[in-house]
């Protein structure tokens, strides 16, 4: 599946390119314009500039958008208009080859977006630790995460004009996930931050970056691995109650 | 597994396939031998692909039972898809690979190691005659084209049972005749094969045996020869009469030849005589003072028999 995604796409580079840009250009507002009116802020007691706060979550969504990205737009395209899976359930694949396959393909376009967004960082110097890198497998696990939901989502839709729930979905999403400012700031509707899975994988990020260790981040991996197990059981059943009729 | 159970390649007893309420497959019995090149033959929504789709193992059956390979597609699936090759009702090539790499891709998913689907593909790009075509987008391809690469795709691993559903509509007759040709070929190689069609030709062409269903029904099997003494006469007389206001309706007509052949059948432009000797029936129809148009003496095909069986709705 995976190999097939990458003959097809190597026509279409550009689109993956194109994703890669958008958190690109916030990050740099946010150091030239952003970042100069607002203060430092801490993580994990560690005072940070305000761009380096930003940074990691940006890391995140970009892994998020990648992920959602081809796990919406070109699945509803191979599932409802080339009938690809359709093909491909002909043979010996089975419909958790599929979703796996699929899915994997959208969580490494997550993970390229978010790979080069650490090059960018690191190029910039927010980058302090070590313990960075692992930012790697912690944006894989948010690759996975919207990956698998975006896939279930997008076998639930009927058309491209269901397509609009995404953003209604990833908007909100980027505002309540403890992005923009520390999760103290939300006050009494902190609670509704930890529904976020965008936030576990902001937090996760954020921390590794700065190098900064905490009991939490166990369990931002625990809510995010369950939650990726869960959508992608999810997202196989879809495929076979749609397509195996 | 044993000799007698690895010639059968299908057998289904009591196939049914439920969509909700609506039963499109009531309780087909079925046996194809390794070797023969067997047909479905019915009416639109008749539940021709319905079946195949349960026989490739795609679609859960929903009652009865089926055994491919002498194995059951619900425990066994993967397996049976490995040995198979599908040519399905609507072409689901992959609109975003050229050609070529529409049947190497293909060939990993049945796990083929890279060289080998590389192999084959060129050998297939050169049965489906699509070899100068083949960097070409598919979209790019005509209806003809697509087809061909279609069923060149559904050989890619080497498949002992081949299940092609209308694989000839849309073709032209060079096309089909090319198509026939090579599932010939392929016959000979000892693919077995199981088609469904509407074109009564090619199931009297192709077919060593067939199957006529309508609503989900075996309505009658044999050879194409068998169903058309069974079912029809030898010759068909075929005459039109003039249409002037005032003359006879062709029912009427029908009525004034009662007794001439063995059967007699109006249809909106002509009447048919069904009869064993068609020159002599002729004779008949100018001895009782009927002057058509034009008539017309020609061997029964399948096309009357299955005229005859699953009444005169509109088939294509
Ligand atoms: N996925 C489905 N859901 C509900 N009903 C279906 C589904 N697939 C087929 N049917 C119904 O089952 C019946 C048989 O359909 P099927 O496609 O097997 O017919 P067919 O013999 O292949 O016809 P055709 O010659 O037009 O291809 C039809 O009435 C059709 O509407
Ligand atoms: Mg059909």
Redesign the interface.
């Known amino acids: 599946m995976v190999e097939r995604h990458l003959v097809a796409y190597r026509r279409m580079w550009l689109i993956i390119v194109s994703g890669f840009f958008e958190p690109l250009f916030y990050l740099l507002s946010m150091r030239l314009g952003v970042g100069r009116l607002v203060g430092d802020v801490t993580v994990g007691g560690r005072p940070v500039t305000y761009v380096e706060f930003v940074a990691p979550a940006l890391m995140a969504t970009s892994a998020m958008n990648g992920a959602i990205y081809d796990s919406t737009g070109n699945v509803m395209v191979r599932l409802r208009q080339m009938h690809l899976y359709d093909g491909v359930l002909a043979t010996p694949m089975t419909p958790a080859d599929v979703a796996v396959g699929d899915i994997g393909w959208a969580l490494l376009r997550g993970q390229l977006y978010a790979a080069s967004f650490l090059v960018v960082m690191t190029a910039m110097g927010l980058v302090h630790s070590w313990s960075a890198l692992l930012t790697l497998p912690a944006s894989a696990a948010v690759g996975l995460v919207f990956a698998a939901l975006g896939f279930t989502a997008t076998s639930y839709m009927r058309g491209w004009p269901d397509m609009d729930w995404v953003t209604v979905a990833t908007m909100p999403m980027l505002m309540f996930s403890a992005t923009f400012f520390p999760v103290e700031a939300y006050g009494r509707w902190r609670w509704a931050v930890n529904l976020s899975p965008l936030y576990h994988g902001v937090a996760m990020i954020r921390s590794l970056a700065a190098g900064v260790w905490a009991w939490s981040m166990l369990i931002h991996v625990a809510v995010l691995v369950v939650l990726a197990v869960v959508a992608v059981v999810v997202a196989a059943r879809r495929i076979d109650r749609l397509l195996r009729a | 597994m044993a000799a007698a159970t690895d010639d059968l390649l299908i057998e289904a007893r009591g196939l049914t396939k439920r969509?909700g309420e609506f039963e499109a497959v009531r309780g087909i019995d079925l046996a194809v031998h390794r070797g023969e090149l067997f047909g479905f033959l019915g009416p639109n929504g008749a539940g021709k692909s319905s079946t195949m789709r349960m026989i490739?193992a795609?679609?859960?059956v929903s009652g009865g039972t089926l055994r491919i390979f002498g194995l059951d597609p619900r425990t066994h699936?993967?397996?049976i898809?490995?040995r198979?090759g599908?040519v399905?009702q609507?072409d689901?090539?992959?609109?975003?690979?050229s050609v070529e790499?529409n049947l190497r891709?293909?060939g990993?998913?049945?796990?083929l190691p890279r060289a080998e689907c590389r192999r084959r593909t060129a050998e297939l790009l050169e049965f489906a005659r699509l070899s100068d075509r083949a960097g070409s987008v598919v979209d790019t391809l005509s209806g003809g084209m697509k087809r061909r690469l279609s069923i060149a795709r559904s050989l890619i691993?080497r498949p002992e049972l081949l299940l092609l559903d209308e694989p000839t509509t849309g073709l032209d007759p060079q096309a089909r005749h090319l198509l026939w040709d090579r599932l010939y070929r392929l016959k000979q190689e000892g693919v077995t094969q199981v088609l469904t069609t509407h074109y009564m030709d090619e199931a009297e062409q192709l077919c060593d045996r067939l199957v006529v269903i309508d609503e989900g029904r075996i309505v009658a099997e044999g050879s194409p020869r068998q169903l058309i003494t069974q079912y029809s006469t030898r010759e068909v007389l075929e005459l039109r009469f003039p249409a002037r206001d005032g003359s006879a309706s062709t029912a009427e007509l029908a009525d004034q030849l009662g007794g001439v052949g063995s059967r007699q059948e109006a249809l909106a432009d002509r009447v048919l005589i069904y009869a064993d000797d068609g020159e002599h029936a002729l004779g008949e129809v100018h001895r009782r003072q009927l002057r058509p148009d034009s008539a017309l003496v020609r061997r029964a095909t399948l096309e009357d028999v299955f005229l005859q069986l699953t009444g005169r709705s509109l088939v294509d």
């Open positions: 969509f490739a795609v679609s859960p699936g993967p397996h898809r490995g198979l599908v399905p609507l689901t090539l992959d609109q975003e690979l790499e891709i293909y990993r998913y049945f796990d691993n």
